[in-house]
Nanobody
């Protein structure tokens, strides 16, 4: 139901933008998260965004380097990744779940990076950072 794209091979210090699109539902009441899984490691949440895009939250390890955004008119969520290093090499996944705060009054926090927050997942796109 979700399609992630934009991965590939990038040099250390470079940038890449991932996209996540869906035709399964409209996004007005859907929150999104981006996750990644490196070889031999558990899947970890790195960024999340609420249904309107007014609230965002980042894991400390990507804060200041990655930016999550969305365009509901295009049914697409993005992850702009800058200043990449070898530790960013992983399969990247987008995930969606129905919003718990349609008004956007509540700030997002670490629970939005939990895998069990999202019932809908994309297939993953691989990002490889070469040093």
């Amino acid at each position: 139901q979700l399609q992630a794209s934009g991965g590939g091979l990038v040099q250390a210090g470079g940038s890449v933008r991932l996209s996540c699109t869906t035709s399964a539902f409209t996004l007005d009441y859907v929150d999104f998260g981006w996750f990644r899984q490196a070889p031999g490691k558990a899947r970890e949440g790195i960024a999340c965004i609420n249904n309107s895009g007014s609230r965002k939250y980042y894991a400390d390890l990507v804060k200041g380097r990655f930016t999550i955004s969305r365009d509901n008119a295009k049914n697409t969520v993005y992850l702009q990744m800058n200043s990449l290093n070898s530790d960013d090499t992983a399969d990247y996944y987008c995930a969606a779940g129905w919003t718990r705060d349609p008004s956007g009054r509540t700030a997002l926090s670490s629970p939005c990076l939990a895998t069990d927050r999202y019932p809908y997942w994309g297939q993953g796109t691989k990002v490889t950072v070469s040093s």
